[in-house]
């Protein structure tokens, strides 16, 4: 059964945009939302993809500037596809043929791919001219839920994902679930484990919606995956529009990226999905709240439940020593004047930052995580 179009917005003031849901809306949905948040766009229109998704759905966006009244010029550049890619030299490329088809300030970028083309479009959308619009079409559930929403922009330096950026808000979303039936079924899990996290750390009602849908979401049911990226954006807007910059409560959309964040640079970036790390590092959330009493037993077994439901990891390398967890945590980006923060659950729906996290209770909880293999 298809899910009935829905629209949510960013509340940012005169940035305000909209995130549109729908099943099979990319060609039909693609210029009504254009020129209802775009609506003095020019007719320079770059999209940004990669051979992959341009291979899918490259056509369904050209075909929607086709016939249209406005004579657009639409130009589109294809990536390698990956996330070494995500690089200076890559944007310095997508830079070369903006200057090339001499694109003015008028002009809209548009990202259509995962997180890796998105941060990359939308850093370019920053930083063109000072800034242009961006339009996000996200097509992997983890851009869906997460990277497309927020305007966080990026790409990675050798000393560092993420390292160079920009704040950057798109001026709409448009999400089109039927894209993800060529997903591999791996990249839907990543993105199932960031859908976890909204449960986790905002909404116990969703996060019961999981323990009983989950299921239909590996089975890529139109109706689940709806409802469940509805939700998780409709918690990032909110979160968003209340702590744009990350000043505060942003960060709490980073629950179990400290230790997913090390398991990744441990294992080069190559051998884990982002969302796989950032499963085992709630895992490792929930042991060390359940360690401090935050919360009990039950509940943190429900969360390690719910992740292995989704066929997601649930234990970290074990090959990984304790010097090299600190050392590897203590470089995360949220690290403040030399403290690790950790956000922990801190009871259905909620969670918390901390900054007073002992090296002794570390220690205890890898090894309570190890002691699982
Ligand atoms: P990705 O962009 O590398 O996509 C994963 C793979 O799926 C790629 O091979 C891609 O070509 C393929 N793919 C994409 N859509 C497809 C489709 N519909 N059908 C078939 N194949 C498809 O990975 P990702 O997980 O989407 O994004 C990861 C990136 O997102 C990282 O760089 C991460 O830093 C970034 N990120 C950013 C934010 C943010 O707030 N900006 C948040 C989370 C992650
Ligand atoms: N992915 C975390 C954030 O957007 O803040």
Known sequence: MTAPLST???ELGTRRYPILIGDGILSEQLLPL???SLPQHGRNILVLSNPTVAGHYL???LHAFQNHDKAYNVHHMLIPDGESYKSLATYSDVMDVLVKQRF??????IALGGGVVGDLAGFVAATWQRGVQCLQI???????????VGGKTAVNHPGGKNLIGAFHQPAAVLIDTQVLTTLPDRELGAGIAEIIKYGIMADAEFFRWLQ????????KDPQALAHAIHTSCAIKARVVAADETEQGQRALLNLGHTFGHAIEAATQYSSWLHGEAVATGMVMAARLSCLRGFIGTTYRDAIIDLIQSAHLPTVPPIAMSIDTWLELMSRDKKVKDGTMRFILPT???AAEIFSNVTQAELTRVINE?????
């Open 8 to 10: 949510l917005h960013v």
């Open 34 to 36: 254009l020129h209802e």
């Open 59 to 61: 056509n369904a966006v």
């Open 104 to 109: 003015d300030r008028d002009c809209v970028i």
């Open 138 to 148: 996200p097509t992997t559930l983890l851009a869906q839920v997460d990277s497309s």
């Open 212 to 219: 009983q849908n989950m299921q239909p979401l590996l089975d």
């Open 347 to 349: 009871g259905p729906g």
């Open 369 to 373: 995580s190890i002691a699982q293999a």
